[in-house]
């Protein structure tokens, strides 16, 4: 299997569950990245992972709390959520940091009830 | 102002037309510039990569820098029903490589 395998890819939760979302790369990347899209909003960078330290984390609410085991391995766990948190979480990866060109999973469709 | 704006459409044309979507930007510190391709239910795809000003052809697809203007380009030629999907824009400083995205036009090619 090569390029970005996101799982689920689609998941309902209530506010009060707790459930995890996985993404592994295959492609040999040091760089590591959960976004979320939502309708009508640009792309929002969430979460980056160089070299499997947590490099940056734009204002993300605790609710939602990445985990980087390897450089091949993105986690995010997520707990209490809201319904507004309903969105295609997207992972992606890059060779590093500083390389801009990053390849992306197929996304965790996340609805909250 | 937003840091980068893009026209989210949706866009529909018909087969074999050609096709201009754009991005234009406030930020002059962006040197890298960048077009995704998202098909429904998937995740983006890197289409086209530009550093700086100027213009890059693959194929069917031209992707043009002017940042004189702050304006990027995609130009699609002979387009196919298999282009339907939504184009986004991501652009990033040299110094600070976090891409900033447009909203992504949604694009519709009608046989």
């Known amino acids: 299997e090569t390029g970005v395998t996101q799982t689920p890819r689609h998941l309902v939760m209530g506010m009060t569950n707790k459930k995890s979302l996985k993404c592994e790369q295959h492609?040999?990347?040091?760089?590591m990245y959960w976004y979320k899209q939502s309708a009508k909003k640009p792309l929002e960078l969430m979460f980056v992972?160089?070299?499997?330290?947590?490099?940056e984390n734009n204002s993300v609410p605790s609710r939602f709390s990445p985990e980087c085991p390897n450089s091949s391995h993105l986690f995010l766990h997520l707990h209490t959520l809201q319904p507004e948190d309903s969105a295609l979480y997207l992972c992606?990866?890059?060779?590093?940091?500083?390389?801009?060109?990053?390849?992306f999973g197929q996304g965790t469709r996340l609805t909250v009830v | 102002q937003k840091e980068v704006e893009q026209d989210p459409g949706p866009l529909s044309v018909p087969e074999g037309a050609i096709v201009s979507l754009n991005c234009t930007y406030s930020?002059?510190?962006?040197?890298?510039f960048m077009w995704y391709r998202q098909y429904s239910r998937k995740g983006p795809e890197l289409l086209m990569y530009?550093?700086s000003s100027g213009n890059k052809e693959d194929g069917r697809f031209t992707a043009q820098v002017d940042k004189s203007s702050k304006y990027i380009s995609l130009f699609i030629r002979d387009s196919q029903p298999s282009d339907s999907a939504t184009y986004l824009c991501?652009?990033?400083?040299?110094?600070?490589?976090?891409?900033?995205w447009g909203l992504g036009t949604s694009l519709a090619v009608n046989p």
């Open positions: 530009t550093y």
């Open positions: 492609l040999g990347h040091n760089a």
């Open positions: 930020n002059s510190a962006f040197q890298y």
């Open positions: 992606a990866s890059s060779q590093d940091k500083a390389n801009t060109e990053a390849f």
């Open positions: 991501a652009m990033c400083a040299g110094n600070n490589r976090k891409l900033i």
């Open positions: 992972y160089n070299f499997k330290e947590q490099t």
